[in-house]
Every structure is written in structure tokens, then in C-alpha cells.
């Protein structure tokens, strides 16, 4: 997954002004106590991350 789609779906489903702030602050236990900029920052996987939200967040399976 390219990172213009994985952003995308964060504005998709946070709003574009609180995917972000998400982002940025919110550390889930699904990336190793990373945040999503942390994460990819550490060269994961996009689409890793999006699932890891995903799963942390219960996004619907139609924005999945």
C-alpha cells in the first residue's frame, strides 16, 4: 500500500484535521507501543499499520 492511500483512508475514516493528530499521539499496543508516524518512521509497513488500526479502532470491513 502506497503511503497516499494509507492517508487517504485515515482522513476516510478519522476526518482529514484528526487522522493526524491520531497519528501523532495515540500509541496502540498494535505497533509495538509506537504511534502510527513512529511506526512507519521505523519503516513498517504501510499496509501493516493501517490493519493494525483496523483491528485497534474496529474500522467497518467497507473502509477496511
Do not use: I
Not at 504511534?35 to 467497507?62: I, Q, S, Y
Amino acid at each position: 500500500m502506497r503511503l497516499t492511500v494509507f492517508w487517504q483512508r485515515m482522513a476516510n475514516h478519522f476526518g482529514a484535521a484528526y487522522a493526524d493528530s491520531f497519528a501523532r499521539d495515540h500509541v496502540m499496543s498494535e505497533l509495538g507501543g509506537r504511534t502510527v508516524h513512529e511506526a512507519l518512521d521505523a519503516g513498517w509497513n504501510a499496509k501493516d499499520v493501517w490493519r493494525a488500526v483496523c483491528r485497534a479502532m474496529e474500522v467497518p470491513e467497507d473502509r477496511r
